[in-house]
């Protein structure tokens, strides 16, 4: 396919605008924007949850099919490598041109039951980076805030009694409108305070949760045997900015021990929880993750790395687009991004 129409400039700088009077393919634009070589940049991409179907509460638009056709859409455009190997390549200045990763945060079970014969079906190499406190049976308490508002009966939800309101939720739009603000306010909350206010939700809203969204110690021992990468991502996903340094030091290793114990191999790469440099994780905490033996760590700043990159602090995003053009034109915006890093 070729580009035969005007990109809007607040995407590309002017040398890469193109138009009716000069056509490039998309494959070509994308090697330009990412060589061979030295001068090479890797894109690395994050998915969460493959699910059959969309979840409209969450207006999360990824399902089966959307993550099939992005796989393909990679496949066609990107030279796609296990994240260790593109790590390597990176730091010697030996990377393909249009080099990508593939990843997954934090564990779910349907990372195994749907995304991984997707995988297979594409050929492409994927890492899983896996917050150990809730596999085999347990939810992250993201999750249980958004099964509770899921599942809370009735048209109206009082929770009054905690200090947040009373809430219309007779329609999912409704429910969203209560649902995002909430997590917004818990995210950032100290680790124990928001424990207890999610224990309190789960006291006012007394509906069943789920206890399959999290991979088992199987599921995971299943993907390392299918050849993908197993990451650390801390034991209880806590933001590490908001710990102190020994119990965020506790979380990394502990989590890294657990995962070696479940694959019988040494876990040598690691997903900063939620992810954003200066706001999520500080200074000291690529310095920690180097000293408990990881070789390197993911962000989910936007950009793609360079050979100049902390691989301690890789970029990853997530491109959502639903057709291949625009999911092309995405990945190469992205490679223009400036890397934020601290």
Same mark, same amino acid.
């Given at each position: 396919?070729?580009?035969?129409?005007?990109?809007?400039?607040?995407?590309?700088?002017?040398?890469?605008?193109?138009?009716?009077?000069?056509?490039?393919?998309?494959?070509?634009?994308?090697?330009?924007?990412?060589?061979?070589?030295?001068?090479?940049?890797?894109?690395?991409?994050?998915?969460?949850?493959?699910?059959?179907?969309?979840?409209?509460?969450?207006?999360?638009?990824?399902?089966?099919?959307?993550?099939?056709?992005?796989?393909?859409?990679?496949?066609?455009?990107?030279?796609?490598?296990?994240?260790?190997?593109?790590?390597?390549?990176?730091?010697?200045?030996?990377?393909?041109?249009?080099?990508?990763?593939?990843?997954?945060?934090?564990?779910?079970?349907?990372?195994?039951?749907?995304?991984?014969?997707?995988?297979?079906?594409?050929?492409?190499?994927?890492?899983?980076?896996?917050?150990?406190?809730?596999?085999?049976?347990?939810?992250?308490?993201?999750?249980?805030?958004?099964?509770?508002?899921?599942?809370?009966?009735?048209?109206?939800?009082?929770?009054?009694?905690?200090?947040?309101? @009373?809430? #219309?939720? &007779?329609? %999912?739009?409704?429910?969203?409108?209560? +649902?995002?603000?909430? /997590?917004?306010?818990?995210?950032? =909350?100290?680790?124990?305070?928001?424990?207890?206010?999610?224990?309190?939700?789960?006291?006012?809203?007394?509906?069943?949760?789920?206890?399959?969204?999290?991979?088992?110690?199987?599921?995971?021992?299943?993907?390392?045997?299918?050849?993908?990468?197993?990451?650390?991502?801390?034991?209880?996903?806590?933001?590490?900015?908001?710990?102190?340094? @020994?119990? #965020?030091? &506790?979380? %990394?290793?502990?989590?890294?021990?657990? +995962?070696?114990?479940? /694959?019988?191999?040494?876990?040598? =790469?690691?997903?900063?929880?939620?992810?954003?440099?200066?706001?999520?994780?500080?200074?000291?905490?690529?310095?920690?993750?180097?000293?408990?033996?990881?070789?390197?760590?993911?962000?989910?700043?936007?950009?793609?790395?360079?050979?100049?990159?902390?691989?301690?602090?890789?970029?990853?995003?997530?491109p959502w687009d639903s057709t291949h053009f625009r999911f092309a034109l995405r990945m190469a915006r992205n490679l223009l991004t400036t890397v934020e890093t601290i």
């Amino acid at each position: 396919m070729h580009l035969c129409y005007m990109v809007r400039e607040q995407q590309f700088p002017n040398h890469l605008m193109i138009n009716h009077s000069g056509s490039i393919s998309l494959k070509t634009l994308l090697s330009l924007l990412s060589p061979t070589g030295k001068r090479g940049r890797l894109s690395i991409v994050i998915y969460h949850r493959v699910l059959t179907e969309s979840d409209l509460l969450l207006g999360n638009k990824v399902n089966s099919d959307t993550f099939d056709s992005h796989l393909g859409y990679l496949t066609r455009y990107f030279n796609i490598l296990p994240l260790s190997e593109a790590v390597q390549r990176l730091s010697s200045g030996t990377l393909p041109s249009r080099a990508a990763c593939v990843t997954f945060d934090d564990g779910y079970a349907d990372n195994v039951e749907i995304a991984l014969p997707i995988l297979q079906k594409h050929g492409v190499p994927a890492t899983f980076f896996i917050a150990t406190g809730f596999i085999n049976g347990g939810i992250m308490w993201n999750d249980k805030v958004i099964e509770l508002i899921r599942r809370a009966p009735g048209d109206t939800l009082d929770l009054g009694k905690i200090g947040l309101g @009373n809430h #219309a939720i &007779s329609s %999912i739009s409704q429910r969203q409108q209560l +649902l995002f603000p909430l /997590i917004d306010k818990l995210k950032y =909350l100290p680790f124990e305070e928001r424990h207890r206010r999610v224990d309190q939700l789960c006291e006012l809203v007394p509906v069943a949760l789920p206890d399959n969204l999290m991979m088992t110690s199987e599921q995971i021992r299943k993907l390392h045997q299918a050849g993908m990468e197993i990451g650390g991502h801390t034991i209880n996903h806590p933001i590490l900015a908001r710990l102190d340094d @020994n119990l #965020a030091f &506790s979380e %990394i290793a502990n989590g890294k021990e657990m +995962l070696e114990s479940i /694959i019988g191999e040494p876990v040598h =790469l690691f997903a900063y929880p939620n992810g954003k440099p200066g706001q999520d994780y500080l200074l000291q905490h690529p310095a920690m993750i180097k000293k408990i033996g990881f070789k390197a760590a993911v962000s989910t700043a936007w950009g793609a790395a360079r050979r100049s990159t902390d691989i301690y602090q890789l970029p990853r995003f997530t491109p959502w687009d639903s057709t291949h053009f625009r999911f092309a034109l995405r990945m190469a915006r992205n490679l223009l991004t400036t890397v934020e890093t601290i």
